[in-house]
């Protein structure tokens, strides 16, 4: 175990207001969850999958900023403020074309967008209506969340934190007042919960680019070095980050493929895995936290060429996220049978969201301590293009083959074809164990 004092505090620094900053984030979606569930089942079914959407846009757009991470982590560990400057224009010139190609294509077809997650009329139509507004937040968050996570690659974390507790109020009083028509304002529904996310991304935004272009000082990133062009500094984005994304989007394509299939087996099944998927993302909170705060403190060791303490640091990173993984696993199985008593639904769903929650807390062991290696350590030393091709095997190759044949050739149990959803967290842990033993895991990618 390490024990210098600056370890833990880099780790922490990042990771505790990480943790906070995704609790509230996830908070704003469980908002939405509880109270468009309240309504009935069909409609919490609608907007669960209309989301499948939403969340593969979020992967693409976590994935920029988990490739910006491998850039401005080692050059932040040389104090290289020109480069992050230069890395900050050529990463948000393209987060905000991806953002507004992609807003433009769902709102001019959303019921094909929904056709693609299920064949249900009903969902399509509900979920169509919230789909074409929703996704009006796309660039609002693709530019202030890709804003804030590329100041917590330099340590800078507290900002996240308050944009994430505005979004929360904001999206919380906006829900209260449009689901349910309160203080004079029409009950709307689905689209209340759209029109509300909408205008809580618009916050979000408002206050990133008020603290990066006017109030942070160490890298003065202005408004006209976003028109600045760099070859250099793009060609280096796109060899060493676009492995990233593409690990991250793929890996939200594998999320909307398991949708695709789960929406084919009726209302039920849908609503059981999103009252599921919701609690046990709540779970991966201060796992992914931990994992933002050892990829900062690894990439500084590598931009600093101390690859031993690379090693070290590593070691004791994955003694961390073992111990964790038990301790979290442990209260989601406390919780399996309490969580779904808190949604409006039947029985039945009920029951399956427990047990789907069972499933969960056992598979979390080895998501907990795969994130850290893979999320963390591996990206963090510029390993990205492993966790890349470890994700596609695992996703195409094990995962959505197995749920189709489980769901629509053999008609296996419910809870069965869920477990296949997530039978790659049983064994990416072991692979991420034993690519940490050797050396290739360690590449600096930073210009002298």
């Known amino acids: 175990m390490v024990k210098e004092k600056e370890f833990y505090r880099s780790l922490f620094i990042v990771a505790l207001p990480a ?22 089942d069909l409609t919490l079914a609608s907007v ?47 987060t905000a074309a991806i953002a507004f190609l992609i807003c433009g294509l769902v709102v001019c077809f959303p019921r094909q967008t929904m056709a693609i997650f299920t064949n249900d009329a009903s969902m399509i139509e509900v979920g169509a209506r919230y789909l074409r507004i929703v996704c009006l937040s796309y660039p609002l968050f693709a530019l202030s969340n890709t804003m804030v996570v590329m100041l917590r690659w330099m ?22 007042l449009l689901i349910f028509g309160k203080l004079g304002f029409p009950a709307l529904g689905a689209e209340g919960a759209a029109i509300a996310t909408v205008i809580a991304r618009l916050f979000e935004l408002c206050i990133a680019a008020y603290y990066l272009f006017v109030r942070e000082s160490r890298v003065c990133f202005r408004l006209r070095h976003l028109f600045t062009r760099d070859r250099e500094m793009a060609g280096d984005f796109w060899r060493h980050s676009v492995p990233i994304i593409l690990g991250d989007s793929q890996w939200g394509l594998v999320g909307a493929a398991k949708a695709m299939l789960i929406g084919r ?40 060429k101390d690859y031993a303490k690379t090693r070290q640091y ?31 639904v039947s029985a039945e769903t009920q029951a399956l969201a427990s047990t789907f929650l069972m499933i969960g807390a056992f598979t979390h062991l080895g998501t907990c301590y795969h994130a850290a290696c893979f999320t963390g350590i591996n990206r963090g030393a510029g390993d990205g293009k492993f966790v890349m091709k470890v994700d596609m095997i695992c996703g195409w190759l094990v995962v959505i083959p197995l749920t189709f044949l489980a769901g ?6 419910l809870w069965a074809v869920y477990l296949c959803t997530r039978i790659d967290q049983c064994f990416k842990w072991i692979i991420a164990f034993i690519r940490l033993r050797g050396d290739k895991w360690i590449q600096n990618v930073t210009r002298d």
């Not at 943790?19 to 569930?37: E, K, R, W």
């Not at 994992?291 to 500084?300: E, L």
């Not at 004791?316 to 969580?339: E, K, N, P, Y």
């Not at 629509?408 to 149990?413: C, D, G, M, R």
Request: aromatic fraction near 12%.
């Open 48 to 94: 669960s999958l209309a989301n499948q959407a939403t969340t593969l846009f979020t992967f693409l757009v976590n994935g920029i900023g988990g490739g910006a991470a491998v850039l401005i982590s080692q050059y932040w560990g040389k104090k290289d403020y020109d480069r992050i400057r230069r890395i900050f224009g050529v990463i948000l010139r393209f």
């Open 314 to 344: 590593s070691n004791t990173i994955q003694i961390i996220f073992a111990g964790l993984a038990v301790l979290v696993s442990g209260l989601v199985l406390g919780m399996s049978r309490i969580v779904p008593s808190f949604y409006n």
């Open 265 to 304: 087996l009726g209302v039920t099944m849908v609503s059981a895995n999103s009252i599921a998927d919701v609690f046990l993302s709540l779970a991966l909170i201060f796992t992914n936290g931990l994992s933002n705060g050892a990829c900062v403190v690894v990439g500084k060791s590598v931009g600093e």
């Open 408 to 413: 629509f050739v053999f008609h296996w149990p």
């Open 19 to 40: 943790a906070f900053q995704g609790l509230i984030s996830l908070g704003v979606n469980m908002l939405d969850n509880l109270m468009v569930g309240s309504l009935d």
């Open 155 to 176: 340590e800078i974390v507290k900002i996240g934190l308050i944009i994430s507790s505005v979004s929360l109020v904001t999206n919380f009083c906006f829900n209260y």
